[in-house]
Structures are given as structure tokens and as C-alpha cells.
Nanobody, 123 residues
Framework: QVQLVESGGGLVQAGGSLRLSCAAS????????MGWFCQAPGKEREFVAA????????YYPNSVKGRFTISRDNSKNTVYLQMNSLTPEDTGVYYC????????????????WGQGTKVTVNT
């Protein structure tokens, strides 16, 4: 198993930036495809970004493409989500997840989850 701990959330003004981190322990992160998901208040958890095992391939929904960047440092067992040009619609709890299979955009494909870090974007 792998344990995931997110950090970096907080309160930011619209147009601002945040960088989230997800630190893994228990197993080498390079074994997993990694993803970020967001659950906005009163809504279901949605896909935000995914990255392949080596970091060469990344995936985003149109809603964040060009604003968010997922990256990973396997030597540090850490995945990052750089979020720029934030809007109030980006508010939510952001979860890091690990997938032992292929790249997936659905949360059902992910095997391990962190506890989440809250992001609030004010107008």
C-alpha cells in the first residue's frame, strides 16, 4: 500500500496561485499513475489532473487546462499541482490519488487516496 498526504491548500484571492503537494510513503511513488481530484461544496468529486509514472504524460479536463500543471518528483516521492489564475469555481477539497493500473480520469480507477487539502478562492 501507499499512504498519501496532501498539503499546500489555503485561502487565496481570485487570480492568485497555489501549489499543492502530495507526499507518498509506504511504496515507491514511481509504481503509480497519480491524479488530483477536487470536490466542491455540494458536488461530486471531479478529475483535475493525472500524470503517468515517468512524468512524461499529463492529462487535464478543459476546465483547468492552461491554468493547472501536474508534476512529479519520484526521487522525493512527491506529486505537485501548480494552480494559477484561480477562480471561485476552483474552491473545494483537493485529493491526491494513486492508481496501480493504467492512466485513468475516473476516480473509480484509483486505489489509494489522501485525506485532502482545502482550497478556498475568494472574489
Amino acid at each position: 500500500q501507499v499512504q498519501l498526504v496532501e498539503s499546500g491548500g489555503g485561502l487565496v484571492q481570485a487570480g492568485g496561485s497555489l501549489r499543492l503537494s502530495c507526499a507518498a510513503s509506504g511504496r515507491t511513488l514511481s509504481r503509480y499513475v497519480m491524479g488530483w481530484f477536487c470536490q466542491a461544496p455540494g458536488k461530486e468529486r471531479e478529475f483535475v489532473a493525472a500524470i503517468g509514472r515517468s512524468g512524461d504524460s499529463t492529462y487535464y479536463p478543459n476546465s483547468v487546462k492552461g491554468r493547472f500543471t501536474i508534476s512529479r518528483d519520484n526521487s522525493k516521492n512527491t506529486v505537485y499541482l501548480q494552480m494559477n489564475s484561480l477562480t471561485p469555481e476552483d474552491t473545494g477539497v483537493y485529493y491526491c490519488a494513486a492508481n496501480a493500473g493504467g492512466v485513468g480520469l475516473s476516480e473509480n480507477m484509483y486505489d489509494f487516496w489522501g485525506q485532502g487539502t482545502k482550497v478556498t478562492v475568494n472574489t
